[in-house]
Antibody, heavy 124, light 106 residues
Framework: EVQLVESGGGLVQPGGSLRLSCAAS????????MHWVRQAPGKGLVWVSR????????SYADSVKGRFTISRDNAKNTLYLQMNSLRAEDTAVYYC?????????????????WGQGTLVTVSS | IQLTQSPSSLSASVGDRVTITCRAS??????LAWYQQKPGKAPKLLIY???TLQSGVPSRFSGSGSGTDFTLTISSLQPEDFATYYC?????????FGPGTNVDIK
């Protein structure tokens, strides 16, 4: 069974840091691109970041570029999101999601499995 | 790339045919996905590459379009389909989602 389990969320003060983890199981983690997507309370989905299958290529939303870093450890089947200089507007549920790839290794077209999310609250 | 969805919300009855539109601010070929999200739950992938039905998704869901205009159609709305629907473009960074369409019971 495919499982993505996020952890590391919690309450942090503005300007603080937090590292989210996403533990993957039930599939070959190293074959998938991975995403972080967030959703503020009562709001819509916002894409945050994406990383390719071997971790050599990353991309970010403009709102987090320079503050957040996505990474992965394929030996540990784990995805990470290091979040620095946190702001109140970063408050959200953060989801990790996997994206299948084609035979050429490029993404197929969107995340097909999502974790249940972890809540990050930035407040003093 | 900005995505707009219309309508932002709709009320429908079980058995109705429902169509949701997603429009991109510039051409995105067929790099569009549709998701369904229910309150307190993670999104679920319905359609990818604009028109390919994700495995396990009922055939009453279909997607069409390319370039800038896309549609998600539910041919006969079922009770479990009341939810919010989002489109997402994966053509270029930053990837973006539409604002969502809430489908509720009439």
């Amino acid at each position: 069974e495919v499982q993505l389990v996020e952890s590391g969320g919690g309450l942090v003060q503005p300007g603080g840091s937090l590292r989210l983890s996403c533990a993957a199981s039930g599939f070959t983690f190293s074959s998938y691109w991975m995403h972080w997507v967030r959703q503020a309370p009562g709001k819509g989905l916002v894409w945050v970041s994406r990383i390719n299958s071997d971790g050599s290529s990353t991309s970010y939303a403009d709102s987090v570029k320079g503050r957040f870093t996505i990474s992965r450890d394929n030996a540990k089947n784990t995805l990470y999101l290091q979040m620095n200089s946190l702001r109140a507007e970063d408050t959200a549920v953060y989801y990790c999601a996997r994206e299948p790839t084609r035979r050429d290794g490029y993404p197929l077209g969107g995340p097909d499995y999502w974790g249940q999310g972890t809540l990050v609250t930035v407040s003093s | 790339i900005q995505l707009t969805q219309s309508p932002s919300s709709l009320s429908a009855s079980v058995g109705d045919r429902v169509t949701i539109t997603c429009r991109a601010s510039q051409g995105i070929s067929s790099y569009l996905a549709w998701y369904q999200q229910k309150p307190g739950k993670a999104p679920k992938l319905l359609i990818y590459a604009a028109s390919t039905l994700q495995s396990g998704v009922p055939s009453r869901f279909s997607g069409s379009g390319s370039g800038t205009d896309f549609t998600l159609t539910i041919s006969s709305l079922q009770p479990e389909d009341f939810a919010t629907y989002y489109c997402q473009q994966l053509n270029s960074y930053p990837l973006t989602f539409g604002p969502g369409t809430n489908v509720d019971i009439k």
